[in-house]
């Protein structure tokens, strides 16, 4: 199993560019999540989703959108990058009756 | 509301030494708390879920704690390693039906040998 992967590793926008950042897993896990990881703050709950076609907000969804189509991607859409959303950002999933969240690599993304 | 504090920013010990890291929350109603190891420009790795009915976990040489009247967890190491260099993060899960984990900042570990 790869677990969780993401991509890209890193990246660089401009302000008011789109992008995606893209998760998948081959874990066949129904829950997946969004967060993002700043110096000073912990890790903040973006989006998440509890199977297919369900998605719901965390703590800090603004300027984000999501969907889930299949099991196994989770994309997070920035519709118009602003400064304040440069950070590293880590998809995680899990089984409903599991505990344990497997974390992916991150995407480092900056945005001028 | 929920907050999860790591005091502790970063610390250095020598190897072969036991050492202690601390949690703290501030509402004792839990369901759950995890500590998460994070490799440097790595994702997190799950290391020991201690459940609200619980007071320990143990694997290998890692064992936490629990103490929801206090507020409090800690993670022990004993006879650390240099590559238990990491950052150590705890996180709580403050109740069964929420997908919510509300995670401390961590505390960055470095092991000399």
């Known amino acids: 199993n790869a677990g969780v992967t993401q991509t890209p590793k890193f990246q660089v926008l401009k302000t008011g560019q789109s992008m995606t950042l893209q998760c998948a897993q081959d874990m066949n896990h129904e829950y997946m999540s969004w967060y993002r990881q700043d110096p000073g703050m912990g890790l903040r709950l973006i989006h998440y989703s509890v199977g297919a076609g369900i998605t719901d907000q965390g703590e800090v969804p603004n300027g984000y959108n999501v969907s889930r189509s299949t099991t196994e991607d989770f994309p997070l859409r920035l519709l118009s990058a602003a400064p304040s959303q440069t950070s590293v950002y880590f998809c995680?999933?899990?089984?409903?009756?599991?505990?344990?969240?497997?974390f992916g690599p991150g995407t480092r993304l900056l945005v001028l | 509301k929920q907050e999860v504090t790591q005091i502790l920013a970063a610390l250095s010990v020598p190897e072969g030494e036991n050492l202690v890291l601390n949690c703290s929350f501030t509402d004792s109603a839990i369901y759950n708390l995890q500590w998460f190891r994070q490799d440097p420009g790595k994702g997190l790795t799950s290391l020991l879920l201690i459940q609200s009915s619980q007071r320990e976990q143990t694997s290998g040489r890692l064992n936490a704690s629990l103490d929801k009247s206090s507020g409090r967890s800690t993670l022990y190491i004993a006879a650390s390693q240099p590559g238990d260099s990491a950052t150590y993060l705890c996180a709580v899960r403050p109740q069964r039906g929420t997908y919510k984990y509300i995670f401390g900042t961590g505390t960055r570990l470095k092991v000399l040998a």
């Open positions: 995680a999933s899990r089984l409903p009756s599991g505990e344990t969240q497997y």
